[in-house]
């Protein structure tokens, strides 16, 4: 199983519509989780942290969930900006606490 | 809003060649990254360091690699002998905390011909 493992996409939606992406994690112990947005060629920016109870800013939304040990994120209300890689960020936990970076998932939101 | 620099945006050079890559961390944090990505591939650890030392790396940071904080304010990843492999996006970034959100910098395109 890979250590941090998402959907490549794409994902086309229109704007306005409600798009969601999963990401699920192999390491038990890991304790931080984040979404990072980055656009093309460019470097990874910190979405949103993920928070046990779940946590909301704006638009976007982001759910843990410990047991089956995968995240996810939801967009509402899409904007042609909002056009970008996802990437799903989970420290390694344990004694190596680096981040690990899923492959991401390419959102096109479409006119 | 403070961030992290890195120069050169973009860098060529020949395999066999040494090249040193630079970083300038936002100033009141204290763990510093080394990340990189190749063209299509995803963002990939390559190694941590606090407090003047390698704190952790990966199994790509091998022997021809190399980083050092030789002042204050700059942290510099050193590739020796360059190989053709080595061609990638290297993205320098700095947390207040042990991993946890980390800020990156721009990056620096490397080209190894």
């Known amino acids: 199983r890979k250590e941090v493992e998402q959907d490549p996409g794409p994902f086309n939606v229109p704007e306005g519509a409600t798009v969601a992406f999963n990401c699920t994690y192999s390491?038990?112990?890991?304790?931080?989780f984040f979404w990072y947005r980055q656009d093309c060629r460019k470097e990874p920016k910190l979405l949103m942290s993920?928070?046990?109870s779940g946590n909301e800013d704006g638009r976007f939304t982001a759910q843990l969930n410990r047991a089956s040990q995968y995240i996810s994120l939801l967009i509402r209300d899409s904007k042609l900006s909002d056009s970008a890689t996802y990437l799903c960020v989970v420290n390694n936990g344990g004694a190596t606490n680096k981040l690990i970076f899923g492959t991401g998932t390419l959102l096109a939101v479409q006119p | 809003e403070p961030e992290v620099t890195q120069t050169p945006s973009h860098q060529v050079t020949q395999m066999g060649q040494e090249v040193i890559l630079r970083c300038v961390p936002i100033?009141?944090?204290?763990?510093f990254y080394w990340y990189r990505q190749i063209l299509g591939q995803k963002v990939e650890f390559l190694v941590s360091?606090?407090?003047?030392?390698?704190?952790?790396k990966s199994e790509i940071f091998d022997d021809q690699f190399s980083v050092e904080r030789p002042d204050g304010s700059n942290f510099t990843l050193k590739i020796r002998s360059t190989k053709l492999e080595d061609s990638a996006m290297y993205f320098c970034?700095?947390?207040?905390?042990?991993?946890?959100?980390?800020?990156f910098g721009s990056g620096t395109q490397l080209s190894v011909l």
């Open positions: 360091f606090y407090n003047n030392e390698i704190s952790e």
């Open positions: 970034a700095s947390s207040e905390r042990w991993a946890e959100k980390l800020f």
């Open positions: 390491n038990s112990a890991s304790q931080s």
């Open positions: 100033s009141n944090h204290l763990y």
């Open positions: 993920v928070y046990s």
